[in-house]
Structures are given as structure tokens and as C-alpha cells.
């Protein structure tokens, strides 16, 4: 095969015209070895290139170097190139005959004198003894390459330099650490995990409605090893923005951006949690045993009642879409709100803990008739007392349980009341609203119960008997147990360790 130097003006070839092997060689550019490591990669790129720039061929690109181009051995002095990691050899770049006037300056000098400066080392070490320089180094070169005053100087002077240099890369390490750092702290703070809320009590209070962080980790290391695992979303994350969406009733579409996450892995992760936390600290919605509500009794209930008071008892609706069932439709529709619907009966605690949470119940059904077939009846005990609003006619039913139920008088008819039944309402009333107060923290601090829940929310879940809004509200009532009550304690009272 016949092979062209490319060099320009030199058109070398392996063969003369009369097919007889000329004596030279020919080597072909040096390739970018770009995995072998980055000392490696940045020699050998810098010295593709440069053995570009020397050949000045406008059709030579270094993205575009074919094999067939070849540099004969008249342009390097030794007659072939040097080592690729040797920079100061002169050889590392073809420099001779290269048929342009710009050429670099060779390095023959500095390389011979490198070369015997690591033979003085190695013969003063005892590791080889010396040689004379091999003979491929002895060249005579241009007047161009003749090393000056100045040369000497900059490799006197290169050690300090270096050192310089090292200070300067030291320092510009450090400045780029600390502003990592920063940054990283920065983010820390935007992302929502543990960061966002540790140390920020008024952070927690508004985005969870709990009181602190402590009560908020107590909460998930309940749950956590019941939740399901997720690639994109930690266990915190799924118990905060499960709270998110409680407290403030932001859209899911909304969550979602915030969280990074598709709408339906967040929605699939809120049900999710709200399972794991009705079935883990729905007992937390509990009623006390007699003796711990009369150790607790506060005095106005004592001053009225004694210390026989087991529970008030109230009503609250939350909206729901419209049934297109005509049935469902019938029975979702509250008179009272003029909407569709879902009634709850809650019962407090004197103390103003929730102590008691029903079912859903149609918008149409009697606050009677609930209390009926919720299941409270049977818990209370002979003798207790029960606080109930005017639409509460439970009398009969209370008293088949050999309890008393205690509303506001009417006025049957008369004008108005004797003075004994205005005493007595009033007293009542007053104690009786504790509930109400009860009712309206539980609706502001989780603002999802506002909202018009979907009918999907209104169907039973599956194998369970309850709808995923009673388990919603039942949540939503254990996390304002968790709360400072609302109703005002007295200064001291005694205490019961149940």
C-alpha cells in the first residue's frame, strides 16, 4: 500500500514511481484516549491538536482524522515521534520541514537537560549508574531554539509559581466548599423533609395542626412502620402531606408539584396514610372510665351537676356532592343546611377531650334517630348525665339506660319560663357549648372538612363497614386530642393516671 505524508509541500511518498521502498516511515496521528484517565485524556488531546495545528491542512479537523493521513519521519528529529506522556521531548510534536514559517520553538535543549538532571538524581540515589545521553538527543538545532537568559529565569522561577498556584487552587477549593455548604443549607430548608419543620414551631402548627415538632415525630414513629414504601416520598413526607392536605386543604394537583410526585401517587399515598392512621390511633378517641372523669371533673360541673357529667353530645354536617341515586339523594339532603350532606354526633369529655365520633349519617337523619343507632347509649352507666342541645329528644331513650339527660327548657307554650327553668337553661347553656367550641376547632384547624367531599369518599371501603370519610373525620378528631384542649381548665384540679 502506498502511503502520503500530508504534510504540506512534503507529498512524501512510501514508493517511488518505479515501485521501489523509499527508506522512511510514516506514523499516523496520535488518537484522544479519552477513558484512561484524565491525565491521560488531556495529554493526548492537547496533543492531537497540536499536531494539527503543525500540519495546518484545512481538511484535517480534530473531529475528523482519518487513518490514511500519516506523517513521514523527515519532520521529527529523532526520526519518529516520542513517547506521548514525554511534553519536552522535541520529537512530541513533528516540527521539521513542516512548510510554513510558524513553527514552535523545539524543547531539545530543555529535554537534554531534564534528562541529565534525573541521571544525577538516579546516580546520586546509588539506583543506576550514569550513561552518556542517547544519541537521538545530540541534534543540532535552529538559532531559534537556543535557550536565553530569559528561559532560564522562568525555570527558576517555575517552582514558586507552582507554589502560588497551589495557594490559589487551595483557597478557590474552600470559597466552593463553604458556598456548597450554604447552598445545601438553603435547600435543606426548601425541601420538605425533616429540615423543613425541626425548630420552626410555628411552621408545624400551621401546615400539621399539632402543637409542636416532638408531637409530630411521636405521631410517625407510631405509624411509620405500617406505611407503604415509596422511591420517591420518605415516611415523613407521606405523614406531611397527608396533614397538608387536612389542615389546609390544598388541591392535590397542588401537593403534588410541591412534593414531585405524579397525582396519582399522591393521592394512592393520602389514602394510604389515612388507613394506617385511623387503624393505629383511632382508639385514641376513646371513653373514659367513670372514676378518671370524676377525678377530673372541673369545678363549674361540679358546682352544677356534681361529678356525674359522662359526656356532651352535639351534631356537625359536612357537604358532599350531589347523589345522582335518587335514594342516596333523599338521604344525603339536610333541610337545616339546604344541601346534601353527611351528619356526625360527637360527644366531649367535661375536660373537652373528644370521647366519642359516629358513623356518617344522611343530612337527613334526626339528631334523635342518630343517637339512637350510633352505639353511645350503650355506654353509658347508671346515674350518668348526658348534655344535650334542644333536637336531642333522647329522654326515653337515655332512660332506659338508667341515665339523665340534661337540655334547655321549652316553653310549652307559655310565655315564657319560671324563674327555676331560666336557672337552670342557663346553666346548662353554658356548660353545653363547650361542644360547639369543640366542634368549631376541630372544622378550622383541619379545613378539608369545609370542602364538599366527593361521592367516591361516601362509599364503604372494601372489607371494612365504615365510608374513608368517617375514617377522615375519626383522624381528624385523635389530632385535636392531641392539642391543648379548648375548653378553659380551672388552676388545679386533681388528676387521673389513665
Not at 480534530?62 to 523527515?74: G, L
Not at 538559532?143 to 525555570?155: K, P
Not at 406531611?240 to 401537593?255: E, G, S
Not at 371501603?461 to 375514617?471: H, I, N, R, Y
Request: one cysteine or more; proline letters at 4%; hydrophobic letters at 35%.
Amino acid at each position: 500500500m502506498v502511503r502520503t505524508c500530508c504534510v504540506i509541500g512534503c507529498n512524501v511518498r512510501s514508493y517511488d514511481r518505479h515501485g521501489n521502498k523509499l527508506g522512511l516511515s510514516f506514523y499516523a496521528f496520535p488518537t484522544w484516549k479519552q477513558f484512561q484517565g484524565a491525565r491521560v485524556s488531556d495529554v493526548s488531546k492537547r496533543r492531537c491538536r497540536a499536531w494539527i495545528a503543525a500540519v495546518r491542512r484545512a481538511d484535517i479537523k480534530f473531529c475528523s482524522i482519518s487513518r490514511y493521513h500519516v506523517v513521514c519521519s523527515r519532520h521529527f528529529h529523532s526520526g519518529k515521534p516520542a513517547y506521548e506522556m514525554d511534553q519536552t521531548n522535541p520529537d512530541w510534536v513533528p516540527t521539521l520541514h513542516m512548510g510554513h514559517s510558524e513553527i514552535r520553538t523545539s524543547h531539545a535543549d530543555r529535554h537534554r537537560r531534564r534528562t541529565q538532571r534525573e541521571q544525577k538524581k538516579a546516580l546520586v540515589g546509588g539506583k543506576q549508574q550514569p550513561h552518556p545521553p542517547p544519541q537521538s538527543l545530540i541534534l543540532k538545532v535552529d538559532l531559534t531554539e537556543v535557550t536565553t537568559e530569559e528561559d532560564r529565569q522562568t525555570e527558576e522561577q517555575r517552582p514558586t509559581n507552582d507554589c502560588v498556584r497551589c495557594v490559589q487552587s487551595r483557597a478557590e477549593i474552600n470559597r466552593l466548599l463553604e458556598e456548597n455548604r450554604k447552598l445545601k443549607s438553603q435547600l435543606d430548608k426548601t425541601e420538605l423533609n425533616e429540615n423543613f419543620l425541626q425548630g420552626d414551631t410555628e411552621k408545624v402548627k400551621y401546615y400539621t395542626g399539632l402543637t409542636c415538632f416532638a408531637i409530630f415525630m411521636s405521631v410517625l414513629d407510631n405509624v411509620k412502620a405500617f406505611l407503604p414504601a415509596s422511591k420517591k416520598l420518605s415516611h415523613f413526607q407521606m405523614l406531611l402531606l397527608t396533614l397538608m392536605r387536612l389542615r389546609l386543604d390544598l388541591p392535590v394537583q397542588h401537593l403534588s408539584y410541591l412534593f414531585n410526585v405524579s397525582h396519582k401517587t399522591l393521592s394512592s399515598v393520602f389514602a394510604d396514610t389515612i388507613d394506617v392512621l385511623y387503624a393505629r390511633l383511632g382508639i385514641l378517641v376513646h371513653w373514659p372510665e367513670r372514676h378518671c372523669l370524676q377525678a377530673t371533673m372541673p369545678p363549674q360541673f361540679m358546682e352544677t351537676f356534681g361529678n356525674r357529667v359522662a359526656i356532651i353530645v352535639d351534631c356537625f354536617e359536612i357537604r358532599t356532592e350531589r347523589p345522582s341515586n335518587l335514594k342516596a339523594h333523599a338521604q344525603t339532603y339536610s333541610h337545616y343546611k339546604g344541601t346534601h350532606t353527611m351528619k356526625y354526633l360527637i360527644g366531649i369529655t367535661p375536660q373537652g377531650a373528644i370521647s366519642f365520633i359516629s358513623k356518617g349519617w344522611g343530612g337527613c337523619a334526626s339528631d334523635k334517630h342518630i343517637t339512637e343507632q350510633c352505639g353511645i347509649l350503650n355506654k353509658l352507666l347508671p346515674g350518668d348525665v348526658v348534655l344535650a342541645d334542644r333536637g336531642f329528644d333522647i329522654r326515653d331513650a337515655v332512660g332506659m339506660m338508667c341515665a339523665e339527660v340534661k337540655i334547655p327548657a321549652f316553653t310549652r307554650g307559655f310565655c315564657q319560663l319560671d324563674a327555676k327553668d331560666i336557672e337552670n337553661t342557663r346553666a346548662i347553656a353554658h356548660l353545653r357549648i363547650h361542644v360547639e367550641q369543640v366542634i368549631g376547632s376541630l372544622r378550622n384547624k383541619f379545613k378539608m372538612l369545609h370542602t364538599t367531599m366527593p361521592i367516591r369518599s361516601l362509599l364503604p371501603c372494601e372489607g371494612e363497614d365504615v365510608t374513608f370519610l368517617d375514617k377522615i373525620v375519626r383522624v381528624c378528631c385523635v389530632l385535636v386530642n392531641m392539642c391543648p384542649s379548648v375548653v378553659v381548665k380551672p388552676d388545679t384540679h386533681e388528676t387521673c393516671s389513665c
